[in-house]
Each structure stands twice: as C-alpha cells, then as structure tokens.
C-alpha cells in the first residue's frame, strides 16, 4: 500500500520583502515514488522544497508528514531534518567544509553518532556517489559534477528515507547529469528513498519522474503521470514550458505528416524508438501487401 | 588576480607536499614552538639556524620545488630587507660606529642599531621561514583539527573554517567579475581602474551575505545547532617526534647560552 508522506494543504508564502511565492498549494507525495515539479524560472518550485523540511513555515496552510502536522521546534525539526535531505541546487551554498570527509559527517555528526559509526556512513556514502578517492580533497579541487555528488553524499550519510533536490541537473554536462540521475534512480530502487525534485529540465522528467506536477506562478498548474502531462500540448505552452523534443517532435510527425502515431506520445528516447520500429513494421506490412495483391 | 593563483598554489602545496601525510600536531608543535624561540631569544643566530632548518626540511623532505619557495620569500625579504636598513641606519645609542660630521650635518650610525637591523632582519626571516613550513605542508584542515585538539576557542576555529572555504568560493567569483568587467572596457583608464575595483567590492560584500544566508540554510537543513563538528580522525603523535622537537629547542637555546657568553 502506498503510504501519503508529505501532504501540503492550501499553503501560502509570501516572503519578507511582499512576493508571493506560493499561492495556496495543496498537494502530496507518496513513499517511495519519484516526483517532479517542473516549472520555470521563479514559480515557486524552491520555495516549496523549503517548507519540505521545515526551513521555511508558511504563512498560511499547513505542511503534513506523515499526517502529522510540522512543529517548528528544533527537536521536531531536528527529526524531520534526518529523515528528509535536502539538496541545494548550488553544492557551493552546501559544501562548506575544507575537506569533503569533513563536509559528510557534518550531519552524522550533528546526529549525534559515536565517532566510529560516523566514520562508516562518511565511507559508505562517499562509496555510493562514487566519491572515495576524493574523501581528503578540499571541494574547491572539485568539479561542479564532483561537488553535487559529494553534496549528495553529505545527505545520504544521514541516511534520510527522502531525498529533496533542487535542480540537482543544473549546469552539469550531459554526461555528469546523466550519471546523477543513474544514481538518483539506484538509490529510490535499490534503497527505497523517496525522491522530491524539482527542475525545468523537461527532457530529463520522463526518464526519472513517474509522478508530477506543474507549476506555475506559486500555483499548481497541473498534475499526473508524465504521459498524461505531456500528452496535452497546448496546456503545456500555456505554462512557458515545452514537452520533451522527442515528444515534440512525434506531436509534429502526427500532427503535419499525419503519420499514424500512437495516441500516447512517445517521451523518452526508448520509447520512441518502439514506436519508429512499430512504425516503420506497419509501412512494411503494408508493403508487403501491396506487393502480394 | 595573481593573489588568489597565489593562494591557491599554496594551498594545493600543502595538500600535494612528501609531508602532506606526517602528523599536523607535530608539524604545528615544531612550527609555533621553534617561531616563539626563534623571535624571541636574544641571539642572531639562533633565527639563523632556525631559518636553514626549515628550508632544508621544506625543499629536501617536503619537496617543495625550489623556485616556488624561492618566490615566496623574495618580497617580504625585500621589504624586510629595506626596514632593517633605515633600523641600521638611524637607530641605535652609544657606540658609535661610522660618523659622518659635515658643517651643517651630523650623521652617527651606531653599533648596537647594526646589531638591531641585524638580528631584526634574521629573526623576521626564521619566523617567516617557521610560517611557510606550516602553511606550506600542512593542509589547513589538519591545522583546524589540531588548533581544536589544543583547546584555541571554537569560535575562531569555525570562523577560520567557513572563511577558508568560501575564500576560494569569493576568489573564483572575483575573478569571474573582473574578466566581465575588462572584457567591457573597465581597466581600460587610471579612473576606471578605480571605479571597477570599487564595484567589485561592493558586490563581494553583497555577495557574502547572501552567500552566509544560504549556507546557513544548508547547514540547518543538516542539523546545524550552533555548533560545527568536525570529525577529528588524525592519529595521536608520536612520542619520539614530539621529543626530537623538544631537542631541537633545547638545542637553540644552548646556541644562545653560548652565543651570548662569547
């Protein structure tokens, strides 16, 4: 059965200088599932993340785990905080430490942990992003790649059954986001931790999300599977976004070419490639046919 | 920005160096214990030796290249060079040692201010060469874990660390602003010169407090409550190079003993 772990009832926040930055969002995440919010540049997507974890409190509306409302006292915090990591889209804001073994056991350490067992859970996450060799380096020797997965590892340390990331892709070169989202998927299928991210990559949505939401202008636009999401071209426009240039495409082959395209768009490169073959099967049969008569 | 590529090479010195590895509080021990003896016994040279030591343990165990060291010391000797001069020169009581007498001048330079430019000189020299073996071969996270195992107040500590790490982070946007700024022509004339400078500044000023904002976001989103941990996984030193350092001072006071009795 899948359990509600954090449920978001008609929150607003308005930040000290008078913006609004959401405007009575009501939502969920389910255990274990990967969701994206995905909107455009200032809609509201980090101010979201913020209330995940208590760091902001909204000024109306109410945040649930685990159908508990939050408290916004240091122990209930505290708790909350080790069980959902958080991950800033710059690693420089998170990374502040001189050396990254210094930067992972930060947590374990504010955890509370006997010294021996921090040790283990700086070892182990390091290992899970890939990142031992590194352990003595300071993060300014780093890479921009290095330095998201060493944040990564900073969370992962606390062993947290939810992970919050904030544009965890952003400005990384095509392979080093490719291998952050590998990992991102290993850790919800291997370790079950429940995945929050948001971004406006809408490439990378079909290939990590099976759950999402829109946003736009602190509000939640829309909301389901990327399938049903991105299937609905206009409305996607209406938002000052774009489905994937995969889908966009196919939409176009349909649309103009009126090539007879599954209704269900496809949105990754997999599933494209399914439907050219079906495609290009059905022209055959045809051929073939026609050659036979 | 020759500075910042300045402090960047030491610093990547001190992780990189054949002595990277030995232990801190060792190196730390020697490095404040020889600079206290060095500046402050009565004697040339002692600092002398100290200076020597040191340099031959940087350049011959921590291999350090020799030019790198070399243009580390070239300008602060410079300058220490020229303020123990004008000591040598005007300063100093009794014994006179030259004496230049003109109809309208009078000019003594005395013995004991050529003893004072002299002993200032090699004494600023052997606490210089004392500092560049600790920087130079000890990584500033080692320093942090020592300086909090000898009980140095943690506020400093914590400070000390959050301005090394976001030091190199402000370096790098610096250096991003000023290539933006000449890229549009704004060294381009003595004033501009100064105007860029002046903006840069103040950016970097606003910079760091949204930078601080957002760092300690991050760090509550870890727990952070006022303290910052670090975890201390350096091994103890060893006894016998904590006694051979001892020697070492013993041994420079002795030179002194002697010196002074000559």
């Not at chain 1, 947590?107 to 700086?122: F, M």
């Not at chain 2, 590895?21 to 206290?36: D, E, G, Q």
């Not at chain 2, 606003?206 to 989103?221: K, V």
């Amino acid at each position: 059965m899948i359990r509600m772990l954090f449920r978001l009832e008609n929150v607003s926040y308005r930040y000290p200088d008078g913006t609004l930055a959401l405007d009575g969002v009501s939502l969920s995440f389910e255990k274990g599932e990967r969701t994206a919010l995905l909107g455009p540049n200032g809609c509201g997507k980090t101010t979201l993340l913020l209330h995940l974890n208590g760091i902001l409190k909204p000024t109306s509306g109410k945040v649930y785990f685990e159908d508990k409302p939050l408290e916004y006292t240091s122990k209930f915090l505290l708790n909350l905080r080790r069980r959902v990591g958080f991950i800033f889209q710059d690693p420089n804001d998170q990374l502040f430490a001189p050396t990254v073994r210094q930067d992972v056991a930060f947590g374990p350490l504010n955890l509370g942990q006997p010294i021996d067992k921090v040790k283990k859970s700086v070892d182990e996450a390091l290992k899970t992003v890939g990142m031992s060799e590194y352990a003595d380096k300071p993060p300014h020797f780093l890479s921009l790649g290095q330095k998201k997965r060493v944040a990564l590892a900073g969370v992962l340390a606390m062993q947290p059954e939810v992970l919050v990331m904030d544009e965890p892709t952003s400005n990384l070169d095509p392979r080093a986001s490719i291998e952050i989202l590998r990992l991102l998927l290993r850790l919800n299928q291997e370790f079950g931790l429940t995945l929050i991210l948001a971004t406006h990559d809408v490439d990378m949505v079909p290939l990590f999300a099976n759950k999402l939401y829109i946003m736009s202008k602190g509000k939640i636009a829309l909301e389901g599977s990327p399938e049903e999401i991105f299937s609905n071209t206009e409305l996607i426009r209406s938002v000052n976004l774009r489905s994937p240039r995969i889908t966009h495409l196919f939409e176009i082959l349909r649309r103009k070419n009126h090539l007879p395209v599954n209704k269900q768009l496809p949105l990754t490169i997999g599933e494209a490639r399914k439907e050219i073959l079906w495609l290009l099967n059905v022209k055959m049969d045809k051929k073939e046919k026609v050659n036979s008569v | 920005m020759s500075f910042s590529n300045l402090c960047a090479q030491i610093d990547r010195c001190a992780y990189t160096n054949a002595l990277a590895k030995s232990n801190p509080t060792t190196k730390v021990f020697f490095a404040l214990l020889t600079l206290i003896l060095s500046v402050s016994l009565p004697s040339s040279l002692v600092p002398a030796i100290v200076f020597l030591t040191t340099t031959v343990l940087l350049l011959r165990f921590a291999k350090i290249p020799a030019h790198f060291y070399l243009s580390l010391l070239v300008y602060p000797t410079i300058i220490v060079a020229l303020s123990c001069l004008i000591i040598t020169l005007f300063f100093g009581y009794g014994e006179p040692l030259i004496e230049i007498v003109l109809p309208w001048f009078r000019w003594t330079v005395f013995k004991s201010g050529v003893m004072m430019g002299v002993t200032t000189f090699f004494r600023v020299e052997g606490a210089l060469s004392c500092l560049y073996f600790l920087v130079l071969t000890t990584s500033m996270t080692d320093i942090f874990i020592t300086l909090q195992r000898i009980h140095i107040p943690k506020i400093l500590i914590e400070m000390s660390l959050l301005i090394y790490r976001y030091m190199f982070v402000f370096m790098e946007v610096a250096a991003r602003m000023y290539t933006a700024q000449k890229l549009r022509l704004g060294y381009s004339s003595w004033q501009k010169r100064i105007r860029s400078t002046a903006l840069i500044a103040g950016n970097l000023f606003i910079r760091t407090l949204e930078q601080g904002e957002r760092t300690f976001m991050a760090m509550n989103a870890r727990g952070y409550d006022g303290n910052i941990r670090t975890l201390d996984d350096l091994p103890q030193p060893r006894r016998v190079s904590f006694i051979g350092v001892i020697l070492f001072n013993v041994i420079l006071v002795f030179v002194t003993l002697l010196t002074i009795n000559l």
